[in-house]
């Protein structure tokens, strides 16, 4: 009895194996043979089989429209280019908005305070902050719809909409009742260039957060108003910057540069002419000393704008090596909807230097985390600039001047580990100190210092809220827990423009790039001076005034 049914079993799972095989060489049988490269009407006839198939024969009903996306989005996929992609029309729409730098709704920056969305800043001008909205409000309610546990996202689709349309919203005010307001919805325009403000009597400091539509026109505006002021030195700051439109990157650099220079290098499919594009007007401010500063996050344009300035030692970077882009992207509408973003062209500097990290070629060269590698500065491509300096290829601008430490310091470490996940209920027992120092009017101006008291203040929020942190680890950071009070508070009672003041105060990357520009006399004096190992910027280091 034991022998047949082994006998049996092993009978079964033959004819498994045998109708496995049959099922699998049935279909095999039905499509082309796989070569290493597929004639184009092979390949089509492939395609349609292998989709007929699924749409027909795969075990999960799959519907048409899905089974067309998912193929749209594996031949993107396959590209292995992590900035190519298909964008459907709500995607699109969000990439309009964000290139116009302009969208349909109320104007109105918004964050999580504990579990409730508060205004950062209304944007000026805006319909929010003609209705009277302040830094600090809660926005407890949209059109009498509770916000409570709200994320910004769906607080934006409830508050844009069509210019004209209404929409009404509730706010909390510390210290005040609840208020409702109704405005009708404008076309709001989000400012390419936010700050412009004069760092000392002759520098001049603005802010380019995105290439858009209007980046330049703003740009030229506020230089020429800081020129007024006196300003003979600038400090363009670039951190942070995404990037955007590859003709307003090109525009940039060329309020720099002089008729026939080159900004940058467009490289296309093999075989193609490259694309060279060179500067074509003089420059409006020739004598203005320049410093660029960048980041890990500047990027795209930002990059382009910073290489061709560094190239022909026109201006001096300053800061952390950027992100890398060398990419150029075009969008290709689709007539049925939505667009394709596709990589057309890689792009170089007028040196002839690629940002995009080195290619690793070999054996282990197949993941993306291995080919975007940084490499070490010893062996990126050198270039000479005709000032006889060198910068370096391959893995983003790399400053003339590294400033802006990354690492933390050793206490705030602990006690952000302290935190852990209750880091955001830290930050609400900041705001909500912040508060309470502007309605008893104790914080008189931007750059006051932050008190013993106001920082034990914001022990007993801690306390209050039974965030787990002990307090020897809470006193270690104090300095530092004050510095960010005071950002804070600046920014509640004053407005962004005294927070940024304070901050510009303790930030290093800033201060280094002033040490250069202060009183230079020319545009090449920021050079020299970066050369002279004499000149040396302490760190400002987080006081507590007791």
């Known amino acids: 009895m034991r022998v047949r049914a082994i006998v049996a079993s092993l009978l079964f799972g033959s004819a498994l194996g045998a109708g496995g095989w049959w099922l699998r060489q049935e279909r095999v049988e039905e499509l082309p043979v796989l070569q290493p490269e597929l004639a184009p009407d092979i390949g089509a006839r492939l395609f349609e089989q292998v989709q007929t198939l699924i749409a027909t024969r795969y075990v999960d009903s ?24 298909f964008l459907p029309e709500r995607r699109m729409q969000r990439l309009s908005e964000q290139m116009s730098g302009q969208y349909g709704g109320v104007g109105m920056q918004l ?73 009708a919805r404008e076309s709001v325009a989000r400012r390419a260039v936010p700050r412009v403000v004069m760092l000392r009597p002759d520098v001049g400091y603005v802010d380019v957060n995105l290439f858009g539509a209007t980046t330049v026109e703003e740009l030229r505006a506020a230089i020429d108003s800081l020129t007024r002021q006196g300003a003979r030195g600038l400090l363009i700051d670039l951190r942070g910057n995404p990037g955007g439109l590859l003709e307003q990157g090109v525009a940039m650099a ?19 002419e490259p694309e060279v594009l060179t500067d074509r007007e003089p420059q409006p401010w020739p004598r203005l000393a320049l410093a660029v500063l960048v980041d890990g996050n500047s990027a795209s344009a930002s990059e382009i704008v910073a290489g061709a300035l560094q190239d022909h030692d026109r201006a001096i970077v300053v800061g ?55 490499p070490a500065d010893t062996i990126r491509p050198r270039f000479v600039t005709r000032m006889g300096r060198t910068v370096l290829g391959g893995g983003g601008i790399v400053p003339d001047v590294v400033a802006g430490d990354t690492a933390m310091p050793e206490p705030v470490q602990r006690f952000v580990r302290a935190l852990g996940a209750d880091a955001p209920r830290y930050r609400d027992a900041v705001a909500s100190v912040a508060l309470r120092v502007k309605q008893r009017g104790t914080f008189a101006e931007p750059l006051q210092p932050v008190t013993r008291e106001m920082v034990n203040a914001v022990w007993d929020e801690i306390e209050r809220r039974k965030i787990p942190v002990d307090r020897a680890v809470f006193d270690a950071a104090a300095p530092w827990i004050a510095r960010a009070l005071g950002y804070e508070s600046a920014r509640v009672a004053f407005g962004p423009e005294a927070e940024f003041m304070r901050r510009s105060q303790d930030d290093p990357t800033i201060a280094r790039a002033l040490r250069l520009l202060n009183g230079a006399a020319s545009p090449r004096e920021p050079f020299a001076r970066a050369e002279d190992p004499g000149i040396v910027v302490p760190m400002r280091e987080p006081t507590i005034m007791e």
């Not at 060329?254 to 193609?272: C, K």
């Open 320 to 374: 952390r090596t950027s992100f890398g882009k060398g990419s150029a992207q075009s969008v290709f509408p689709m007539t049925t909807g939505g667009a394709l973003r596709l990589t057309t062209a890689r792009w170089y500097t007028p040196l002839g230097r690629s940002i995009s990290p080195l290619v690793d070629t070999g054996p282990n060269a197949e993941t993306e985390a291995v080919r975007s590698r940084v």
């Open 62 to 85: 799959i519907p048409a429209d899905s089974l067309y996306r998912k193929a749209i989005a594996g031949l993107v996929d396959e590209l292995n280019d992590p900035y190519s992609s």
């Open 111 to 183: 964050d999580l305070r504990d579990g409730w969305l508060t205004v950062i800043e209304p944007v000026p001008g805006a319909p929010a902050e003609r209705a009277g909205v302040q830094a600090g409000d809660r926005l407890v309610a949209i059109d009498g719809e509770s916000t409570r546990g709200f994320t910004n996202e769906e607080a934006v689709r409830l508050l844009r909409g069509a210019p004209g349309s209404t929409v009404s919203f509730t706010l909390e005010r510390f210290g005040a009742d609840r208020f409702t307001v109704k405005v």
């Open 254 to 272: 060329e309020l720099f540069l002089d008729p026939s220079q080159r900004i940058v290098e467009l490289r296309g499919r093999p075989g193609a």
